[in-house]
């Protein structure tokens, strides 16, 4: 009215609103990345529909009205309130939302419910007819649910914080006996879900643990105390990874153990199988002085195991333990596979091993794979002087199993990557040695098996 003040509205721009809102949703994309192992897979099933169900725009009423009333059937399975008349309703609606949606945001989130109820049928079945998760379904630590030992990385990482370091290196070998090989060459899946990740960037897990033994040798740190000798006898065929943990834990329970080598000292594939610029023969020395200290282990290096040895050995111990791992390398099915100067990675990596080290001056090197093993052939190669390294793998070096920090040191050494192609044959000269790989252009195929598969380019 007039002489009346009138109320002024701040209305803030909607695109501070926006900012705002993308933030928010860079916080939930880092909750997402976190989500830890051993969760119900309905719940987050629930959680994404949820999410969908607040990105419709209103228009179309399948996904308008749908999500929402998808998302409350779900919330019954979950809650362990729905039968099997739920169930049907649940995936007649999917079907209807998936098949009448306008766009992405609802005949996705549809697809998802569809797939989930065929995925996780088992949980599904659980809930309605048991009224429980499945057996082991639960939150978990993710750092120590995903190391594959399964060790307590809270514990070792507090200890090393507190500097407490013979500590940490004892509290890794309660689980793994073998804390400096991790600190070196573990791939870290432990990493992969590290709560950290809601905040910036996982915690470096592996490096604390090479901070831990670097402090604190492995072989300076006494073991954990023998239990009573019980005067039992076991034998280890083989002193690799396997083995001596077997004969570690075997020797803490107060048994008496021998392990058999083949091979002129113990270690296995990370002694003969890992080039030691990434992991020095005297650090790996120092985990199994550590792993011997425990008592009552007898190494027997260079001596092979066969038949009639095996005979007499189950005849004189208590019990065996074989440990032999998986050795032999691969061979291509291609022709000129045999000739002089091919060689598998095995072979060439256990030659080392021995302190046999080639030397590839003025030569041409050609590694076949993409994995890590291939990235260590490749890498070793430049240490031996090798003019020019090469990988081929048939596939994109996006596709490669080695891990990407292993490729990219390895492109910053010169070694040249040459993807989609695949090896067809090799030329041998009248000497019998090769001379040339002779690869097959390659582009990507279907995905199969979670990997998209290549196939020759010159067919349909």
Not at 138 to 155: R, Y
Not at 254 to 278: D, K, N
Not at 329 to 341: F, H, M, Q, T, Y
Request: charged letters at 25%; glycine letters at 10%; proline letters at 6%.
């Amino acid at each position: 009215m007039d002489g009346e003040p009138v109320a002024k509205l701040s209305i803030a721009p909607r695109s501070r609103d926006d900012a705002r809102i993308a933030a928010h949703l860079d916080t939930f994309a880092r909750r997402v990345e976190a989500t830890p192992p051993g969760m119900c897979p309905l719940a987050v099933q629930l959680t994404m529909l949820q999410a969908s169900g607040a990105q419709t725009c209103g228009k179309c009423v399948p996904c308008r009205d749908g999500i929402p009333q998808l998302a409350a059937m779900l919330k019954r399975v979950v809650d362990c309130d729905a039968d099997e008349g739920v169930l049907e309703g649940l995936r007649a609606l999917a079907e209807m939302i998936r098949d009448t949606s306008d766009c992405a945001i609802g005949y996705e989130a549809a697809r998802s419910v569809l797939e989930g109820l065929d995925t996780f049928a088992d949980e599904y079945a659980s809930h309605v007819h048991v009224r429980v998760c499945q057996a082991g379904v639960g939150q978990t630590v993710p750092c120590e649910t995903l190391c594959p030992a399964h060790v307590d990385v809270p514990a070792y990482i507090a200890l090393t914080a507190a500097g407490d370091y013979a500590g940490a290196v004892n509290m890794v070998r309660k689980d793994n006996p073998f804390p400096t090989a991790c600190a070196f060459v573990c791939e870290h899946p432990c990493e992969t879900r590290c709560r950290r990740t809601l905040i910036d960037a996982p915690i470096n897990i592996r490096g604390i643990k090479k901070f831990a033994v670097d402090q604190m040798p492995a072989d300076q740190v006494a073991p954990p105390p023998r239990s009573v000798d019980t005067a039992r006898t076991v034998a280890v065929i083989g002193g690799g990874p396997s083995g001596l943990t077997c004969a570690y834990f075997l020797a803490l329970m107060g048994h008496r153990v021998t392990v058999f080598e083949e091979r002129a000292q113990l270690g296995g594939m990370l002694r003969y199988g890992i080039p030691a610029y990434r992991f020095p023969r005297e650090r790996l020395d120092e985990d199994i002085r550590g792993i011997l200290n425990a008592g009552t282990i007898t190494a027997r290096c260079g001596e092979a195991v066969g038949a009639h040895e095996m005979a007499e050995i189950a005849d004189t111990y208590h019990a065996v333990y074989v440990s032999i791992g998986a050795q032999t390398g691969k061979s291509l099915r291609i022709d000129g596979v045999d000739a002089e100067g091919v060689v598998s990675a095995v072979d060439l990596l256990g030659a080392i091993g021995d302190g046999d080290y080639p030397d590839f001056t003025g030569k041409r090197v050609v590694v076949v794979g993409g994995g890590n093993v291939a990235m260590d052939c490749a890498r070793t190669s430049v240490r031996a002087g090798a003019d020019e390294v090469s990988v081929v793998y048939r596939r994109r070096k996006d596709d490669m199993t080695a891990l990407p920090a292993e490729v990219e040191s390895a492109i910053a050494e010169g070694v040249e990557m040459i993807v989609l192609e695949a090896p067809a044959s090799i030329e041998v000269d009248e000497r019998g040695h090769c001379t040339a790989l002779i690869t097959q252009p390659q582009m990507i195929g279907p995905v199969r098996g979670g990997r998209p598969a290549p196939m020759a380019a010159d067919k349909p």
